[in-house]
């Protein structure tokens, strides 16, 4: 699926943001940026000095922070020059998604009025019963499998980028708008991760695919596990994760969901002092679905499964597209 052209103007920064403050430049945006380049540039170097089992983790962590920031690029931050924040958004240090596509498809998703529709919505993990009946029994019992927290960390993230990189190969095939331009863009600007990594780093591909970017996706699917639930009104399909004091800083306040899905333009930095101020509507709007904290999610929904497979209306109530069911990317 490609993104139409409106839906840039319509969920970026542009005269709301202007409106609301946001300079030109957002310095912390800008500052955080290259504080998470800067610190893989140092931690990949460490490879082969400091335990596997310290080096990771931190891998990890610092490929969801940047994905973060990759998120927030997409919304137009931290300028308004949109060919230099694409420049500043498209080194792949997760390796396995070109920025553009994921550009193209999370606008998509921004669509409020499509969210959750097996069809419509990029990002959706609702089918209806004639796309689920077309699938194996490998794919609907891995598919099943991931409705529990549990195993959507196992297999999450191993299931949603070999399913995405699929779709991406028939796109490219079938020279879909744009998706060979994105693919080439993103070999050129993965060639230098990948020389740093193996060349200057010494660390195999393979390993750094293992250790850092397998498990840095899982923690992003922590933070898009429940984030939307099918609901006849807009505003009630997206939740909000209060009080999360670890995990929310390293998803740049996307946990507040709602808030982003009302206000994309807003700079992470602004978030937790908006949401106190629009709390209390922002609760009523979504019909109350709030979690406590990623713990309060676990607790729910570690091993017993967070909503049924199937779309409750078929499709989301509005207008009706044309999309591909089932191609979430695992960024949220």
Same mark, same amino acid.
């Given at each position: 699926?490609?993104?139409?052209?409106?839906?840039?103007?319509?969920?970026?920064?542009?005269?709301?943001?202007?409106?609301?403050?946001?300079?030109?430049?957002?310095?912390?945006?800008?500052?955080?940026?290259?504080?998470?380049?800067?610190?893989?540039?140092?931690?990949?170097?460490?490879?082969?000095?400091?335990?596997?089992?310290?080096?990771?983790?931190?891998?990890?962590?610092?490929?969801?922070?940047?994905?973060?920031?990759?998120?927030?690029?997409?919304?137009?931050?931290?300028?308004?020059?949109?060919?230099?924040?694409?420049?500043?958004?498209?080194?792949?240090?997760?390796?396995?998604?070109?920025?553009?596509?994921?550009?193209?498809?999370?606008?998509?998703?921004?669509?409020?009025?499509?969210?959750?529709?097996?069809?419509?919505?990029?990002?959706?993990?609702?089918?209806?019963?004639?796309?689920?009946?077309?699938?194996?029994?490998?794919?609907?019992?891995?598919?099943?499998?991931?409705?529990?927290?549990?195993?959507?960390?196992?297999?999450?993230?191993?299931?949603?980028?070999?399913?995405? @990189?699929?779709?991406?190969?028939? %796109?490219?095939? *079938?020279?879909? =708008? /744009? $998706? #060979?331009?994105?693919?080439?863009?993103?070999?050129?600007?993965?060639?230098?991760?990948?020389?740093?990594?193996?060349?200057?780093?010494?660390?195999?591909?393979?390993?750094?695919?293992?250790?850092?970017?397998?498990?840095?996706?899982?923690? @992003?699917?922590?933070?898009?596990? %429940?984030?939307? *639930?099918?609901? =006849? /009104? $807009? #505003?009630?399909?997206?939740?909000?994760?209060?009080?999360?004091?670890?995990?929310?800083?390293?998803?740049?306040?996307?946990?507040?969901?709602?808030?982003?899905?009302?206000?994309?333009?807003?700079?992470?930095?602004?978030?937790?002092?908006?949401?106190?101020?629009?709390?209390?509507?922002?609760?009523?709007?979504?019909? /109350?679905?709030?979690?406590?904290?990623?713990?309060?999610?676990?607790?729910?929904?570690?091993?017993?499964?967070?909503?049924?497979?199937?779309?409750?209306?078929?499709?989301?109530?509005?207008?009706?597209?044309?999309?591909?069911?089932?191609?979430?990317?695992?960024?949220?």
């Amino acid at each position: 699926m490609n993104a139409p052209a409106l839906v840039d103007d319509t969920v970026s920064r542009g005269a709301s943001s202007a409106a609301a403050g946001v300079p030109a430049i957002e310095w912390p945006t800008v500052a955080l940026l290259a504080t998470c380049l800067g610190s893989w540039l140092a931690v990949t170097q460490l490879y082969g000095e400091v335990s596997l089992w310290l080096l990771a983790p931190c891998l990890a962590v610092l490929l969801t922070l940047h994905s973060s920031v990759q998120h927030e690029i997409v919304h137009g931050h931290p300028t308004r020059w949109k060919l230099l924040n694409r420049t500043l958004g498209v080194l792949p240090l997760s390796l396995w998604i070109p920025f553009e596509r994921y550009r193209a498809l999370h606008l998509v998703h921004h669509l409020n009025e499509r969210l959750t529709d097996p069809f419509d919505d990029p990002e959706s993990n609702y089918w209806t019963p004639d796309t689920w009946q077309a699938l194996s029994r490998l794919e609907q019992r891995m598919i099943a499998a991931q409705r529990t927290l549990l195993g959507r960390l196992a297999i999450g993230s191993w299931w949603r980028m070999g399913r995405f @990189l699929r779709h991406e190969a028939a %796109a490219v095939v *079938r020279n879909e =708008p /744009g $998706v #060979r331009v994105a693919w080439t863009v993103h070999v050129l600007a993965a060639t230098p991760v990948v020389l740093w990594i193996t060349v200057a780093c010494g660390m195999p591909l393979w390993l750094y695919v293992l250790v850092a970017v397998i498990p840095g996706n899982a923690i @992003l699917l922590v933070r898009s596990f %429940a984030e939307h *639930r099918a609901r =006849p /009104g $807009v #505003r009630e399909r997206t939740a909000i994760v209060e009080h999360s004091w670890l995990l929310g800083p390293l998803f740049l306040f996307n946990n507040l969901h709602a808030l982003h899905h009302e206000e994309p333009w807003l700079p992470w930095y602004r978030y937790q002092r908006r949401y106190r101020a629009v709390r209390e509507r922002l609760v009523a709007d979504n019909g /109350g679905l709030v979690y406590s904290s990623y713990f309060d999610v676990a607790r729910r929904f570690l091993l017993r499964p967070y909503d049924e497979l199937m779309h409750p209306t078929g499709r989301a109530p509005g207008s009706v597209g044309t999309g591909t069911p089932g191609v979430h990317a695992g960024y949220g």
